[in-house]
């Protein structure tokens, strides 16, 4: 992918490339599960992974230690104003719940908290979502964009596709932005300045909190949205297996069986409070 065809990043965590079809060929294409990790580069930096994502291949374990894995460009460092307060997590290229693929240099990138949390994160739950409701499979390629010798990529860009139902229930193609709000990256080396100010697109899915992480785990409880007043009585769309809440128009409720689906109406507390976890791409 050409970095000068990615728009400068404006306040949204990503944006759609190829108007958000995947690009698959139809040869990639296979109901047959496995994983793929590319060669690192002459720079030791990663390359692309790929996946046909299915059930037999999603770990039953939880997940080990990663902090041995020092990704290029990879720096300690804290800001008080991050989530978590540290810059920088081991990100998975493919997350650990879809592969159970974890301490490996291959998979293994410099990625901000908000890349991890905010950009990455939202798809790869939709995808482990999918997976889990209907045993089907998810074509899944991730390729970290860096510029020139960039020991730091840019970002990644992410598509996923839904095999049995020929993307009926997932499809997308976008790219996720590697940065920090309040903070400059020299990408080329990893180095950071902050200057504290998090400034958020009004439009987009930002404006979420996760819980404190110094080991760069992707925390599900990470998505909580401080707008939503806990008082409000609405109407939801719950999926009684994943044990989620959605909005009634939210992509993902397609997806569900009649039998995990079920209707709520009253308040948004009452709901987590019940053990029930916000959806992170409708964000309810």
Not at 158 to 169: C, I, L, R
Not at 177 to 193: E, F, K, L, R, W
Not at 206 to 217: I, L
Not at 252 to 271: P, W
Request: glycine letters at 8%.
């Amino acid at each position: 992918i050409k970095t000068t065809k990615i728009p400068a990043y404006n306040g949204n965590a990503y944006v759609e490339l190829n108007n958000n079809e995947p690009e698959f060929t139809s040869k990639e294409i296979t109901a047959k599960s496995f994983e793929k990790y590319g060669s690192l580069d002459k720079l030791g930096r990663c390359t692309v992974c790929v996946a046909s994502v299915g059930r037999d291949i999603m770990p039953i374990e939880k997940r080990g230690e990663i902090g041995m894995i020092k990704p290029t460009g990879w720096h300690t460092v804290k800001y008080d104003f991050v989530d978590g307060k540290y810059l920088y997590n081991r990100c998975h290229l493919i997350g650990y719940q879809l592969t159970g693929e974890n301490a490996n240099e291959k998979n293994l990138i410099t990625g901000t908290r908000y890349l991890n949390v905010i950009g990455m994160l939202p798809f790869e739950d939709m995808v482990a979502d999918y997976v889990k409701e209907t045993s089907n499979h998810v074509m899944y390629r991730v390729t970290p964009v860096f510029e020139g010798n960039n020991l730091v990529a840019k970002g990644v860009k992410m598509e996923g596709y839904s095999v049995e139902d020929k993307g009926e229930g997932i499809s997308f193609n976008v790219f996720c932005y590697n940065v920090q709000p309040g903070v400059t990256i020299n990408y080329a080396t990893g180095d950071s300045d902050g200057n504290g100010k998090t400034e958020y697109n009004s439009n987009s899915n930002n404006r979420q909190t996760a819980s404190s992480s110094n080991k760069g785990t992707k925390n599900s409880n990470s998505n909580k949205n401080t707008n939503s007043s806990s008082s409000t009585t609405t109407e939801y769309i719950l999926n009684m297996n994943t044990h989620k809440f959605h909005t009634p128009s939210c992509r993902s409720v397609k997806q569900m069986s009649n039998s995990n689906k079920g209707v709520y109406k009253g308040k948004r507390q009452d709901l987590i409070d019940q053990g029930y976890e916000p959806c992170k791409i409708c964000n309810p």
